[in-house]
């Protein structure tokens, strides 16, 4: 009896080591499973850190062309104040010329039209000879080219460098946060994205005309200025309701093509009458000023390119008659004032507006499914997509996908509720997390 249960105490010992080599080769497996499931992870993790960074990359390319962008407007905005303030340099510079002449006097004016407007063209003397800053190499004309120098051989050469780096800029910064993870370097990195041409496109400079015009339209300074002012009491008894005036004009216009141009013009309009033609109006021009953007410019205001200095051998309506059209009768403008202008005009050579980028609209027939590697611009969202291939624990090959987009979202609702479609011209660019096809 005590052989027999010898014998089976042995065969239990075996039994349990069988159970324990089991137990071995699984907790090696589980170990090996969980190395692997651990080199995945801490992959994944890489990748989708590297992606994110990325897309920040892109998103702040994005934001620097469209503050770039504003910038461009802003300078376009600041030449239009400094030609119409140039336009009205020369007006005050003129008028003081006339002014110290007399012609009409000081007190003439307070008498007709008021005290306001004596005194304000008794204080143009102040103004003499400030026509001088508007000359291209005066101090308002060296501000204007300091301007467009900024748009054109500054912000759009940033645009152009900013565009033509942005693909290479997104991929070194998604290397960067890898080799911080693998040192080395020893990895297989694929980047799929769409051109960058493929949803940003420079646009001709014309094109930001109408945005340019709307914009201009919130400033009251370059609007248009003028004013009519009326003496009070019968002037003649052939026209009872009409009376001496002091017309006041002026615009800054902004062409297609962003050149900006001013004229400014005020006159004294005295009311005559003769038994040949009835009641005219003789003007005696004031002041005038004319910044042009080329030497080849019109002005659209009536106006001869050659006005006498002075009427004294022929009297002004008979001139009027044999060498203009004007209406001295019922007309609104400044001829002569303007006709001086002409004669004194300033040219501020330009390159008006300069191309720019902007996101290119919604292409027909583009996969916008969740797994696409590309969404257009115009719907808000650029997106790309990265798989990372390397050698890993238990010398495996590891692969992952990631991917990332930058989109374009207000922080804060439109003022009209309007919806705003992705642009660059604010800069509302930020980066997140995509989704991609597959996953762990």
Request: aromatic content about 10%; some cysteine.
């Amino acid at each position: 009896m005590k052989t027999h249960f010898k014998a089976e105490k042995g065969q239990a010992i075996v039994l349990g080591l069988l159970l324990c080599g089991v137990a071995v080769v699984a907790l090696l497996h589980y170990f090996s499973l969980g190395q692997v499931l651990a080199e995945r992870t801490r992959q994944v993790h890489a990748l989708d850190t590297a992606a994110y960074s990325g897309a920040v990359v892109q998103s702040r390319a994005l934001n620097l062309l469209a503050l770039s962008n504003r910038a461009m407007v802003g300078h376009h905005l600041a030449m239009g104040h400094l030609v119409t303030l140039a336009s009205w340099a020369q007006l005050g510079g003129h008028q003081a010329q006339q002014r110290l002449r007399a012609n009409p006097p000081a007190f003439l004016i307070g008498m007709l039209f008021g005290v306001k407007h004596g005194t304000a063209y008794a204080a143009s003397s102040a103004a003499r000879g400030l026509q001088r800053e508007a000359m291209q190499s005066g101090q308002l004309g060296q501000r204007f080219m300091q301007h467009e120098s900024r748009v054109h051989d500054t912000l759009a050469v940033v645009q152009s460098q900013v565009v033509s780096t942005l693909a290479g800029t997104r991929e070194a910064a998604i290397k960067a946060v890898l080799n911080r993870y693998y040192a080395n370097a020893q990895y297989d990195l694929t980047i799929t994205a769409p051109p960058v041409n493929q949803w940003l496109e420079r646009r001709a400079a014309p094109s930001l005309h109408p945005f340019m015009q709307q914009i201009t339209g919130g400033y009251g300074f370059l609007q248009e200025r003028n004013h009519t002012a009326r003496n009070a009491w019968l002037v003649s008894l052939r026209c009872p309701t009409r009376r001496h005036q002091l017309r006041r004009r002026g615009n800054t216009v902004l062409d297609s093509s962003g050149r900006w141009e001013a004229a400014d013009t005020q006159s004294y309009h005295a009311l005559r009458s003769n038994r040949w033609i009835g009641c005219y109006y003789r003007e005696y021009a004031m002041g005038w000023g004319w910044l042009a953007s080329r030497s080849t410019s019109k002005l659209s205001a009536p106006h001869v390119n050659n006005p006498p200095d002075n009427f004294s051998s022929q009297d002004f309506w008979r001139w009027v008659a044999d060498a203009t059209n004007w209406d001295i009768f019922t007309g609104q403008d400044n001829p002569m004032a303007n006709s001086r202008a002409v004669a004194s005009r300033v040219v501020w050579p330009t390159r008006g507006y300069a191309s720019y980028f902007d996101v290119r609209p919604l292409l027909l027939g583009v996969n916008e499914g969740v797994g696409s590697p590309f969404t257009s611009s115009q719907s808000g969202r650029v997106r790309f997509s990265v798989k990372l291939q390397r050698v890993g624990y238990d010398n495996l090959r590891y692969t992952v996908s990631s991917a990332a987009e930058s989109y374009f979202e207000r922080p804060t609702p439109r003022d009209d509720a309007r919806h705003e479609k992705a642009n660059l011209f604010n800069p509302y660019w930020l980066a997140r997390q995509g989704p991609v096809s597959g996953g762990l």
